[in-house]
T-cell receptor, first 112, second 112 residues
Framework: GQQLNQSPQSMFIQEGEDVSMNCTSS?????WLWYKQDPGEGPVLLIA?????ELTSNGRLTAQFGITRKDSFLNISASIPSDVGIYFC????????????FGSGTKLNVKP | EAQVTQNPRYLITVTGKKLTVTCSQN?????MSWYRQDPGLGLRQIYY???????DKGDVPEGYKVSRKEKRNFPLILESPSPNQTSLYFC???????????FGPGTRLTVL
């Protein structure tokens, strides 16, 4: 099946630092989504991207839909302790709008 | 309050004993989906449904069944569970195909 390569797998950063993570696919994607999962809970949608080149912000979070439509990145600026969690990229290819694929996640740890 | 609910939240069962995990959403969403989450693998889509009586396979459908008789409910059925189906399961929904989804709180299933 389709594989999404998400990196890095985990990050340990100091409060106040900026964070960047990215996702690449072998197929062209029509949608890129970024989710955050807190321990014991379901993923929560952070940002949705629907057009190549699109750059969207949500507070301290910024995500971009790559021009090639095979990649996306998420930046978090000035990290705070509550940013701790697992971040997932997700999306669907141009071949099937109903089938979703998720990356393996980036585990973020923030030291106060 | 808009939400996706799942029951049960935790389940321990034995190999071969049929079980059903229920999922219900109160947002009148057309699209619903089931995922399983395993360490290091992210979330993998099991089945999805575009509307009542319309379902299709995701990436890992083997060993699972679903039904969509009503818009709000999308149960996941394991006819003969096996230990390799031990996992964390999430139900999700969205107003349309291709949009970001709302996730339920998860069901942790252990098959002995």
């Amino acid at each position: 099946g389709q594989q999404l390569n998400q990196s890095p797998q985990s990050m340990f950063i100091q409060e106040g630092e900026d964070v960047s993570m990215n996702c690449t696919s072998s197929s062209i994607f029509n949608t890129w989504l970024w989710y955050k999962q807190d321990p014991g809970e379901g993923p929560v949608l952070l940002i949705a991207l629907y057009k190549a080149g699109e750059l969207t912000s949500n507070g301290r979070l910024t995500a971009q839909f790559g021009i090639t439509r095979k990649d996306s990145f998420l930046n978090i600026s000035a990290s705070i302790p509550s940013d701790v969690g697992i971040y997932f990229c997700a999306g669907h290819t141009i071949y099937n709008f109903n089938k979703f694929y998720f990356g393996s996640g980036t585990k973020l740890n923030v030291k106060p | 309050e808009a939400q996706v609910t799942q029951n049960p939240r935790y389940l321990i069962t034995v190999t071969g004993k049929k079980l059903t995990v229920t999922c219900s959403q109160n947002m009148n969403h057309e699209y619903m989906s089931w995922y399983r989450q395993d360490p290091g693998l992210g979330l993998r889509q099991i089945y999805y449904s575009m509307n009542v009586e319309v379902t299709d396979k995701g990436d890992v459908p083997e060993g699972y069944k679903v039904s969509r008789k009503e818009k709000r409910n999308f149960p996941l059925i394991l006819e003969s569970p096996s230990p390799n189906q031990t996992s964390l399961y999430f139900c999700a929904s969205s107003s349309e195909t291709g949009l970001g989804q709302y996730f339920g709180p998860g069901t942790r299933l252990t098959v002995l």
